[in-house]
């Protein structure tokens, strides 16, 4: 299993970007792809998940109205869209994996995790 994230980068406040997080290996009739986020010297934050395959997302309220989460099936592949992005927006972001979670964004749920991208605000 292995999940692997892309799309992270640095820019400037009010603009966006979208990342990426392709699924390799991921397997199972319910999927919850979640993503999470740590700012430097904070603790992880969940701030999106979305079962694949359909369904609602969920979001933190902290995010919302700011960012989207959508999948492509066909590529394995879940995007979070970060519009209207703000200073405090920048941490390093993960995708992660779950069977059934009992809390949409608690980490304890999510066994696979990807190596994370870097999202810089300033």
């Known amino acids: 299993v292995q999940l692997v994230e892309s799309g992270g980068g640095s820019v400037q406040p009010g603009e966006s970007l979208t990342l990426s997080c392709t699924a390799f290996?991921?397997?199972?009739?319910?999927?919850?792809m979640g993503w999470f986020r740590q700012a430097p010297g904070k603790e992880i934050e969940g701030v999106a998940a979305?079962?694949?395959?359909?369904?609602?997302?969920y979001y933190a309220n902290s995010v919302k109205g700011r960012f989207t989460v959508s999948q492509d099936n066909a590529k394995d592949t879940v995007y979070l869209q970060i519009d209207n992005l703000k200073p405090e927006d920048t941490a390093m972001y993960y995708c992660?994996?779950?069977?059934?979670?009992?809390?949409?964004?608690?980490?304890?749920?999510?066994?696979?995790w990807g190596q994370g991208t870097q999202v810089t605000v300033s």
């Open positions: 992660a994996a779950a069977g059934w979670v009992r809390a949409w964004l608690d980490q304890r749920d999510y066994i696979h």
């Open positions: 290996g991921v397997t199972g009739s319910r999927v919850c």
């Open positions: 979305v079962y694949r395959g359909g369904g609602d997302p």
